[in-house]
């Protein structure tokens, strides 16, 4: 295997557009500082709803198929290379959201066994070596099930990967030193949301959308991290536009299947949950690797 940049990032995603809504700035820093960024989508998002009618056609398998050529598109223009799907090509399928019969369908992510989809997981912690690892809280952000389900693999994975007595087979030990979860300040979001209204008459979109709508939305005072990433604003709204079955761009906006208006964020904001702060004095991280040894 070619040796690695000394700098390694893994975020763990749910389905293709996860990854430029909530770290593409950061995704987009990173790369073009030179760290490797191994991004693990979990389905194909088989069930999301489609936003072109000329692509209303699409469903199931074909979808997904679709799906996978956006993400392409998103993590090129992202500039990340390393981009994976979690047990292979249709090892997961996409569950629907939270009390839908899609969740009960054998063979969908929220019916995984996790320690089999950790083992996944953990075969890729130990080839790549990540010092970082970024995924959901708990609630998977929303709730969403995939979200959900996407957290309790990757924090399986990590507690399995340093296990020197687990899996041999899938390669040496191998210890992440800190864990993100993804979040959103709440002052941020009422501040974004404040400008979206006033400008609301001047965008392409019929309405705003509500905080509540925001994954990961935290007070204030949970936020430990925020990566400026305004430098690479135009490349996030780039992966954003690649997944137009999903999303509908006006920057500094951009819409759901809802199309209900939302703010993009260029600074992007996380928890730290695992690992020790790389600062103990007051004010947040400015990056993921601060404190952490390369």
């Known amino acids: 295997m070619t040796e690695l940049p000394d700098r390694r990032l893994l975020l763990v995603h749910a389905h293709p557009d996860?990854?430029?809504?909530?770290?593409?700035?950061?995704?987009?820093?990173?790369?073009?500082?030179?760290?490797?960024?191994?991004?693990?989508?979990?389905?194909?998002?088989?069930?999301?709803?489609i936003i072109p009618p000329e692509l209303s056609h699409l469903h199931g398998?074909?979808?997904?198929?679709?799906?996978?050529?956006?993400?392409?598109?998103a993590t090129r223009a992202l500039g990340v290379t390393d981009v994976r799907l979690l047990g292979g090509r249709g090892r997961y399928r996409d569950s629907g959201m939270m009390g839908l019969p899609d969740n009960d369908t054998p063979g969908c992510f929220w019916q995984a066994d996790v320690?089999?989809?950790?083992?996944?997981?953990?075969?890729?912690?130990?080839?790549?070596?990540?010092?970082v690892l970024v995924t959901y809280d708990d609630n998977g952000g929303y709730g969403?099930?995939?979200?959900?389900q996407a957290h309790r693999v990757a924090t399986r994975a990590y507690e399995l990967a340093a296990d020197a007595a687990y899996r041999p087979d899938l390669g040496a030990p191998w210890e992440i030193a800190k864990v993100y979860w993804n979040r959103v300040p709440r002052p941020v979001a009422e501040e974004g949301f404040a400008r979206l209204r006033k400008e609301l008459?001047?965008?392409?979109?019929?309405?705003?959308?509500?905080?509540?709508?925001?994954?990961?939305?935290?007070?204030?005072?949970?936020?430990?991290?925020?990566?400026?990433?305004?430098?690479?604003?135009?490349?996030?709204a780039a992966a954003l536009r690649a997944h137009a079955t999903q999303l509908t761009v006006a920057e500094p906006y951009f819409a759901l299947s809802n199309h209900r208006a939302q703010p993009l964020l260029t600074t992007e904001y996380y928890e730290l949950v695992r690992g020790r702060a790389g600062r103990t004095g007051a004010g947040r991280?400015?990056?993921?690797?601060?404190?952490v040894a390369v």
């Open 144 to 148: 969403h099930p995939d979200h959900i």
């Open 285 to 291: 991280e400015t990056d993921l690797f601060e404190g």
């Open 115 to 131: 320690d089999e989809a950790a083992a996944s997981l953990v075969e890729v912690i130990r080839e790549i070596r990540p010092q």
């Open 61 to 73: 398998a074909a979808l997904g198929a679709h799906r996978w050529q956006e993400l392409t598109g």
């Open 201 to 236: 008459p001047e965008l392409p979109f019929p309405e705003s959308g509500v905080i509540e709508e925001v994954p990961g939305v935290v007070d204030d005072a949970r936020v430990t991290t925020e990566i400026d990433g305004t430098a690479y604003a135009t490349a996030k």
């Open 18 to 49: 996860d990854e430029s809504i909530n770290n593409g700035a950061t995704m987009a820093r990173y790369t073009a500082e030179g760290a490797h960024v191994t991004l693990v989508t979990c389905t194909l998002g088989e069930g999301g709803e």
